[in-house]
């Protein structure tokens, strides 16, 4: 039997003004339940975290002549990903970057660059998830996998 990785990792994008936190923490959460895998077969995977905003908003709407990517807002995610797929973490990694830029571009369109899905520590994780970060969890993930990834939490 494999034995569960657990991969912290931070989740970073530009979204558009106006854009539910709780929905982009979802929306990221359930882009990990599938990552893609050889041959196009996906396996399970789970995150379990917190959304929040790294910058402060800007105007409801852009002022003549600017564009939207002007006042685009800095989101992120701290969290845990789990997997039992015996593949390296930086594959894992690059799998589920591929599955949350696919969601999001299917979601918000093209921002001009995609999200970025890093590894961190867990210390990092504990440490700089503010206070008033949403929480963020796969929805339809195995739950032994949804266990892992919040016992680190």
Same mark, same amino acid.
């Not at 034995?3 to 959460?29: C, H, K, M, N, Q």
């Not at 895998?37 to 995150?47: F, N, T």
């Not at 599955?99 to 520590?121: E, F, H, K, M």
């Given at each position: 039997?494999?034995?569960?990785?657990?991969?912290?990792?931070?989740?970073?994008? !530009?979204?558009?003004?106006?854009?539910? +936190? /709780?929905?982009?923490?979802?929306?990221?959460?359930? /882009?990990?339940?599938?990552?893609?895998? !050889?041959?196009? #077969?996906?396996?399970?995977?789970?995150?379990?975290?917190? *959304?929040?905003?790294?910058? $402060?908003?800007?105007?409801?709407?852009?002022?003549?002549? #600017?564009?939207?990517?002007?006042? +685009?807002?800095?989101?992120?995610? +701290?969290?845990?990903?789990?997997?039992?797929?015996?593949?390296?973490?930086?594959?894992?990694?690059? !799998?589920?970057?591929?599955?949350?830029?696919?969601?999001?571009?299917?979601?918000?369109?093209?921002?001009?660059?995609?999200?970025?899905?890093?590894?961190?520590?867990?210390?990092?994780?504990?440490?700089?998830?503010? !206070?008033? *970060?949403?929480?963020? *969890?796969?929805? $339809?993930?195995?739950?032994?996998?949804?266990?892992?990834?919040?016992?680190?939490?």
């Amino acid at each position: 039997m494999v034995d569960t990785l657990i991969i912290p990792v931070l989740v970073t994008t !530009d979204l558009p003004p106006g854009t539910d +936190l /709780a929905e982009f923490g979802r929306l990221v959460a359930d /882009a990990a339940a599938a990552l893609p895998g !050889d041959r196009g #077969v996906p396996y399970p995977g789970y995150l379990s975290g917190a *959304a929040f905003w790294l910058d $402060q908003p800007g105007p409801a709407r852009p002022p003549g002549g #600017v564009t939207l990517a002007d006042h +685009l807002r800095f989101a992120a995610i +701290l969290g845990h990903l789990s997997t039992r797929e015996p593949r390296p973490p930086r594959t894992i990694l690059a !799998d589920a970057r591929a599955a949350i830029t696919s969601a999001v571009s299917g979601r918000y369109g093209d921002l001009g660059s995609p999200p970025a899905v890093l590894a961190i520590t867990s210390e990092d994780v504990r440490v700089r998830t503010p !206070d008033t *970060a949403v929480p963020a *969890a796969t929805r $339809q993930g195995l739950p032994e996998l949804a266990a892992a990834a919040r016992s680190y939490l």
